[in-house]
């Protein structure tokens, strides 16, 4: 059995029409959306496979595979490995191929409407948003197989979503953290490490501040402080969107943050230009 809605054509432009509305009673997380027969149930050849996408299912739970947005299950018994993703925005889809929960402002979105790809406060609603842009995808590989399942599902999801996408390198606005001395103002005096909670670093890398940036959807960090030694700060910093804040509290450990064009990894996604 292979089978795709994917390979539907013009299948992304017609999403809205396959968004889910039957009752939840017959949803089961563990159960696949086909209804597999007795002959395909015993996959002799170890050749059953397909991938099924549709829209947003109404209150129905996003699934968290540990620290990742996706979760497998497999049958031994039936020789089937079964991975699906419940509930989530195109981005954070493709994203998640590359690393859990990667952060917003390490993707670059080259598409017409990027509004279809990822939520942004400024769109209202975020439920609202979801219920018409959100998608669920269900993978089905063999067993034997099931390692090669990356590979198997970035294509399809390239095919489903009509783009390429990929990690790269691209010269882009980052903040860059500098020393402006070499009076060491930041050496720790030891104790339990805090990395950066509410602005408190004790015992920690500097190199923290780049997730507490990202978390807040600020530029890209880049550390070339070149300090390798542990640092206790207390930056006492409410938002960490208020660049002037910050870097008036890194004054106080003679550090600076500027805003300059840096090479950093970035997820790339590109939409497939469509014959018209």
Known sequence: MLGSLSALPGFAQVKD?????????????????FELDSSQLHNQNRFLRFIALSGYREGVEQVHGGWTNWEATVDQEHGTTRFYWINLSIQDILTNRFSPNIPYNHVILEVREPSKYRYDPSYGDKTDWMRKNAWCIELMLPYASSQDFSKTLNEQLAQAFQVKFSNKKRMVNSLVLVRTSQVD????????????????????SVKWLGPLLDKAGMPPFSDESGYAGAVDMNLNIKDWTDLAALRKALQSYDLDLKEEPRMQDMVVITEIAQNK
């Open 17 to 33: 029409t396959l968004a889910y509305h039957k009752p939840l009673f017959d949803f089961d997380y563990d159960k696949p959306v």
């Open 185 to 204: 103002k930041l050496k720790s005096a030891g104790g339990p490490p805090v990395n950066g909670d509410k602005g408190v670093f004790r015992n920690t």
